[in-house]
């Protein structure tokens, strides 16, 4: 299909909105009706037709308005593209991987010609058409990480993988839940996970590393992570948190629906072939709790997620105090009924809402 | 399935470059690109020897930018287990092969300032990709290749020719020796050494390194392990209920899956830690071969890799 780009924004007035076809697709989160952390990845080889699993690097109705934003965030604050200089190899895999894989998931938006290390990109979403020399870093306007992650939502983590740890020296970070680029600049995978809560005990990050580690050339690996963002803000760094933690007391029971947003991340797992460094693509998806509403399945589940959630994981997350507001809310969309396994929505078989 | 992503190829050349070493050439089957690698990644290589299913990695030696084929340079072992045997004499050109995706244990450390790679014998193929990459990217680098003899140095000629600057050879029976610690001396700060060859060799330059004062972080080795052959013996396997046989010539590894056992893999050549197995009873000793174990571990009885240790004794019981 071709896709309707939005003409939105993520900030200020927030004009941002799922259509009925971004919300049926939408990567809820939940395969269960709780929620704890676990080393929960997959192999990323497509999925569904028309879900977000599909491609590689998903596109969606969003992109050109987020690609708008990013360039804004990069202009006020340029730090949030960093790349330490033994990462500009990994940054030329990484644009690599990216335009073949668009060029050949999406052939209609963008194309990719190679004769040698001539290369020429063309992008008609955002009416792009360029001509440069592969590995050749004057040929481009900015480093090659910059150029191509300037023309893919999400963020980007590159790491390097080298004394038996990974190491985060390179990245694209402007829509983050909440953690910094210029922070963990050169940490390895322990150090910028300090901050998560319960994780560690459970030897999560252990087995999580020695998977990632693992991770080859050809085998792409997936997982989700969640959290709950007020007002539809890509941009919840700290950097910024001045201006977007205030708005989370701006919730009451009149606008908790429309404001509330569910937040989730598909991150994906891939080896990039020179550098043999990782790339960690972090791509974010936002919902409004009324849109979420409108699947019952969805509805009765997040609700009994946010419920019975341990108190140290939405403290972290940042929604303890709007918790007993999101619970008044989302109760009345729970019945009560047992639901299907599995994320999908199944509209189809699930019963309505009887309440 | 264990293991990396399979490639479907075909033997296009086979070039014998002295008594012990012959090269072989890959190209896809379908005839596309192969997938780009880093200097220092080996492919798993299938071979189908009569009733037997050999895996054996390989470093690859082609330039890693070129996706047009793949190269390997095998040495006879004359005294293993066959699979070295089985490249020489029965792999012919137009054979159509099964080979993994690129796999890399052994990378650049592309911070470093200088690379200082050391090679013993056959353990110049991963160099041979890694100049190859850093020629390319302008990397700093040398190389100290000790060689039995002049007529065994695989690729001395054209490494020599191309970087004379670059090579320096030693031949054991000219009695010539890399001065190790003269030569660590003498490194510009930021240096990263590389080693590869036979175990000896790896000991004596990461013991050497450590005496100097070399973080062990800027010491890269990597030993081609090939199974050895051993004394049969039999295995429980718990999880999957059956007891199989482990063959003089087969690895551990190999008696699992010819059981039809999916077991995890990927180097197999005890470096990469993905089969680790735990123990769930034994009688006997283990005789550990992998670099993966702690010495601890190894000790404790309660971990095996197997696909390159075995064990001799009564009972083994495995968790797989
Ligand atoms: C190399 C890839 C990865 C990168 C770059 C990465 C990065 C991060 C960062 C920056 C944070 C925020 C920490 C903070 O509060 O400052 C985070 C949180 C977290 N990460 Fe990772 N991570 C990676 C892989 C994984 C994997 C494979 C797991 C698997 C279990 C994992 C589990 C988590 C969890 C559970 C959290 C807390 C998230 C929440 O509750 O919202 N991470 N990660
Ligand atoms: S398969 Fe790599 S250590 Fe055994």
């Known amino acids: ?355 | 399935m264990s293991g990396a992503e399979k490639i479907a190829v075909k033997v296009t050349e086979i070039v014998p470059v002295n008594d012990l070493v012959t090269r072989f050439r890959f190209e896809r089957v379908d005839g596309g690109a192969l997938p780009t690698f880093s200097g220092g990644a080996h492919t798993v290589v299938e071979m189908q020897d009569g009733e037997i299913t050999r895996l054996n990695p390989y470093s690859l030696m082609s330039d890693p930018m070129d996706p047009s084929a793949y190269t390997i340079s095998v040495r006879r072992d004359d005294k293993g287990r066959g699979g070295s045997l089985f490249m020489h004499q029965k792999v012919q050109v137009g054979d159509e092969m099964t080979i993994s995706y690129p796999v890399n244990l052994f990378p650049l450390d592309l911070r470093a300032k200088k690379h200082l790679f050391l090679a013993g014998g056959i353990g110049i193929t991963p160099f041979l990709a890694q100049i190859k990459q850093l020629e390319r990217l302008g990397g700093h680098w040398e190389l100290h290749y000790a060689c039995r003899t002049p007529a065994l140095g695989s690729y001395v000629d054209e490494l020599t020719a191309h970087h004379p600057n670059e090579t320096h050879v030693y031949y054991d029976d000219q009695d010539q020796a890399i001065d190790l610690k003269n030569l660590l001396d003498g490194q510009p700060l930021g240096t990263h050494v590389y080693v590869c060859g036979p175990k000896g060799m790896i000991d004596w330059v990461r013991s050497t390194a450590q005496a100097e004062g070399w973080p062990r972080e800027m010491v890269h080795y990597e030993e081609f392990l090939a199974p050895q052959p051993g004394k049969p013996f039999e295995v429980k396997l718990a999880v999957s209920n059956k007891v199989i046989a482990v063959g003089e010539h087969e690895s551990l590894l190999e008696a699992i899956e010819r059981a039809g056992v999916d077991a995890p893999y990927l180097c197999r050549g005890g470096a990469c830690g993905q089969c680790e197995t735990d123990v769930i009873d034994y009688a006997g000793k283990f005789i550990h071969r992998d670099h993966w174990l702690e010495e601890e571990q190894q000790a404790s009885g309660k971990k095996i890799m197997p696909c390159v240790s075995r064990f001799e004794g009564r009972t083994l019981v495995l968790d797989r």
């Open chain 1, 1 to 355: 299909m071709t896709i309707q780009f939005n003409d939105e924004t993520f900030r200020d007035d927030y004009t941002f909105r799922n259509s009925d076809w971004a919300l049926k697709r939408f990567p809820f989160p939940f395969h269960e009706d709780s929620y704890m952390y676990s080393v929960n990845m997959e192999q990323h080889r497509g999925g569904p037709e028309g879900s977000v699993y599909e491609k590689r690097f998903d596109v969606d109705e969003h992109y050109v308005s987020e690609m708008r934003d990013r360039a804004q965030v990069l202009s006020e604050d340029p730090l949030r593209c960093q790349s330490l200089p033994h990462m500009t190899l990994a940054g030329w895999d990484v644009l690599e991987l990216i335009m073949v894989s668009k060029s050949e998931d999406y052939p209609d938006l963008f194309e990719l010609h190679r004769d040698g290390n001539r290369w020429r990109w063309i992008n008609k979403p955002l009416g792009i058409d360029d001509t440069f020399t592969f590995l050749d870093e004057a040929t481009l306007p900015y480093g090659p990480l910059e150029y191509i992650t300037r023309q893919t939502q999400g963020d980007f983590a590159v790491l390097d993988q080298r004394d038996d740890n990974l190491w985060m020296d390179a990245g694209m970070v402007t829509t983050q839940a909440d953690w910094s680029l210029d922070f963990d600049i050169g940490m390895n995978f322990f150090e910028w996970h300090a901050p998560v809560p319960m994780a560690h005990e459970k030897g999560i990050f252990v087995r999580a590393l020695k998977f990632l580690m693992n991770i080859q050339q050809g085998a792409p690996a997936r997982r989700l992570n969640w959290t709950m963002t007020v007002n539809p803000l890509l941009d919840t760094s700290p950097e910024n948190y001045h201006k977007w933690g205030i708005q989370k007391t701006t919730l009451t029971p009149e606008n908790i629906g429309a404001k509330q947003h569910l937040r989730v991340e598909l991150q994906t797992f891939f080896r990039l072939p020179r550098s043999n460094a990782l790339v960690f693509p972090i791509r974010c998806y936002l919902c409004s709790f009324q849109d979420l509403m409108t699947v019952p399945k969805w509805g009765r589940r997040l609700h009994r997620v946010v419920r019975d959630l341990p108190a140290e994981l939405a403290t972290y997350k940042g929604f303890i105090d709007n918790r007993p507001l999101m619970l008044d809310y989302l109760s009345g969309f729970d019945d009560g009924l047992p639901t299907s396994p599995g994320i999908w929505p199944d509209l189809e078989t699930e019963p309505p809402l009887a309440k």
